[in-house]
């Protein structure tokens, strides 16, 4: 069959023809389905060249229950816009009840079906009992969340008394398919909005905040996360981001598939809830819109908003820039560490070749010894843990710069109890953690240098191991140790109360909603933001070896190569610039990995960082 493929049920001869995939064309001729049996563990089609399409055959006249039920679960694993073969296999009512974009569950293995038994009394009526093991589910904002425990869902089949033909007239809302299926028919992209209470320190733009949601791959990816962004974010983001779409933009009413044209400009035609925005709101959508299609769409160089009959405004990939920005547009000047003499270092974030330098101030040039450090995103100022984890200082990076007293201190009995290394957002806030057993607590100081602030994280339980904020100011990456195991949780920071400067009052920040970010592994050891909204981890599973992998925040695996395998890492850091090499310390070191490459010793050293 050349290229072909054709469909196979685990278990089951390999007679299953619900649907082929060639290329994009829907193929014909298919042997039959099975027509009795249960059916079990309906697995996904392998992952396939991003080339090769999948659609769905429709039912045959004289399909029976069996092949009905199997048709319609490996339709809806289909490339079809709308799941228009899957409705073939329902009635018509049954059709227009159904909503398949409500959610999306994901098995471990596919769905398997049950076929209860009959009633002897009703030969045109048949019930299966859909099962698996949920792995994960995205919801109607398509936003993914990591799922455990049963699936147990009705489908009911009833038999047209005319044509004698079987359809499913009761079906569960969304869809479900198997982790493989799920992998091949969906990505997952950023959509961008902007930091509602965070100004970035230093700028007047405002910072773009990642918003990673699941689109269908083949079904016009484009035009849907297009809606998406105009649809708002997600719940778990929304309370601390705003969006320069006014509520109720949507795309024109029948307006076509978004596609830029050959000199890279999109025409996005909107509602008239848009007509009337000024043109810098119109340049913060566009700004929006760019963001979120960088990498979907790479062609797209130029965005148009029209409304009311008229142009907004138009926006290049180059203006986006200058209208906000986005972690991954801050490129590091400087890797950091500390040196054997346990003092702040750095080299160029490009050149491993150049020799270690002390940094000007007291942190590179005093007597102070250190354990950890953090960089604020501007590369001016400096903060270091003491040796023995029990102080937290900060200094200017300057030439002459003095170091001061304590910023915080820690009573922790020994060093393991004491403070974790600091992280900095764009707003010049230090964060850190007293490990201390009796008092552990989360802490900002604002600028670095006003007097520790105690962050609420009602619901948090268990002890904070390792702090990193993301450049956004908005989310929070922790490892929290309860047990015998340490999670990577994410948080939403939401601040609120007076504003400090006019009324000299304390705000209230806090850190909600945590959830993790890794859920199969019980034991991290190490952790960093590598992008808007991707981490890098590294940590094992239960029973299982130290792994180093990709995570993004809302807890699913980047379809990405893992790093190259690394022994022995105790701490590493990446910057949300990918093209910045990821850096690690290990038992070698101070070691890299430039892209597409294996790891390169650097230098001896520990606790290496990029600027946050």
Request: glycine fraction near 10%; aromatic fraction near 6%; charged fraction near 25%.
């Amino acid at each position: 069959m050349g290229g072909e493929r054709m469909r196979r049920r685990r278990g089951t001869p390999a007679r299953s023809a619900a649907y082929a995939v060639c290329g994009a064309v829907l193929l014909a001729g298919c042997a039959s389905m099975p027509d009795s049996g249960d059916l079990r563990g309906v697995e996904s089609t392998p992952r396939q060249d991003a080339q090769v399409r999948v659609y769905a055959m429709p039912p045959s006249d004289d399909a029976t229950p069996t092949q009905i039920v199997q048709g319609f679960l490996e339709a809806l694993t289909s490339d079809d816009a709308d799941y228009k073969t899957a409705r073939q296999y329902l009635t018509a009512e049954a059709s227009k009840d159904w909503r398949p974009e409500q959610s999306t569950t994901v098995l471990s293995d596919g769905p398997g079906a049950r076929a209860d038994r009959p009633d002897r009394q009703d030969s045109s009526s048949l019930t299966y009992t859909l099962t698996g093991t949920k792995f994960a589910t995205v919801d109607a904002q398509q936003a993914y969340a990591p799922a455990s425990g049963h699936y147990n869902e009705i489908v009911h089949l009833a038999k047209d008394e005319k044509s004698g033909q079987w359809r499913i007239d009761a079906v569960p809302q969304g869809v479900v398919m198997g982790k493989s299926d799920f992998q091949r028919n969906y990505t997952s992209f950023n959509k961008y909005y902007f930091a509602s209470n965070a100004e970035v320190e230093g700028s007047s733009l405002p910072m773009a905040v990642a918003d990673p949601v699941y689109v269908r791959r083949y079904v016009d990816p484009t035009t849907s996360m297009v809606r998406s962004l105009m649809s708002g974010p997600t719940s778990w983001l929304d309370p601390v981001v705003r969006s320069g779409f006014p509520t109720g933009t949507e795309l024109r009413e029948g307006a076509g598939p978004l596609t830029p044209d050959d000199r890279g400009k999109l025409t996005v035609p909107l509602n008239d809830r848009a007509a009337d925005v000024g043109t810098g709101r119109c340049e913060e959508m566009a700004a929006q819109l760019l963001f979120t299609l960088r990498d979907l769409s790479p062609a797209v160089e130029e965005v148009e908003l029209r409304a009311g009959g008229g142009q907004l405004c138009s926006l290049t990939q180059d203006g986006a820039e200058t209208v906000a920005t986005r972690g991954a547009l801050n490129q590091p000047d400087h890797l950091y560490f500390v040196d054997d003499e346990r003092k702040l270092v750095r080299i160029a974030a490009g050149n491993s070749d150049a020799d270690p330098a002390p940094v000007p101030g007291a942190l590179g040039e005093g007597e102070q010894r250190l354990r950890s450090v953090a960089v604020a995103r501007d590369e001016n100022t400096a903060a270091g843990v003491s040796l023995d984890g029990g102080s937290l200082f900060v200094s200017a990076l300057a030439p002459g710069s003095a170091l001061g007293d304590p910023v915080l201190r820690s009573q922790g009995a020994n060093e393991q109890d004491r403070l974790t290394a600091p992280s900095w957002d764009a707003q010049g806030g230090l964060w850190v953690a007293d490990r201390d057993p009796a008092r552990s607590k989360l802490y900002l100081l604002e600028k670095g240098t006003a007097p520790p602030l105690e962050v609420r994280t009602p619901g948090l339980e268990g002890r904070i191991q390792a702090v990193r904020v993301a450049a956004d100011g908005v989310r929070i990456a922790l490892v929290v140790e309860k047990g015998d195991q340490r999670s990577l949780l994410i948080g939403r920071i939401e601040r609120s109360g007076p504003d400090e400067a006019a009324t000299g009052e304390r705000p209230t920040v806090t850190v909600l909603e945590l959830r993790s970010a890794t859920p199969e592994l019980e034991q991290v050891t190490a952790m960093s933001w590598a992008g808007d909204s991707r981490l890098v981890v590294v940590g094992r599973e239960h029973g299982g070896v130290e792994q180093m992998k990709y995570v993004e925040v809302d807890g699913s695996t980047p379809d990405v190569p893992p790093p190259a395998a690394l022994t022995g890492v105790k701490a590493l850091t990446a910057s949300e610039d990918e093209l910045a090499p990821l850096v690690a310390y290990s038992v070698d070191g101070i070691v890299r990995l430039p892209s597409g490459a294996q790891w390169q010793k650097v230098t001896r050293g520990i606790a290496p960082v990029y600027p946050g």
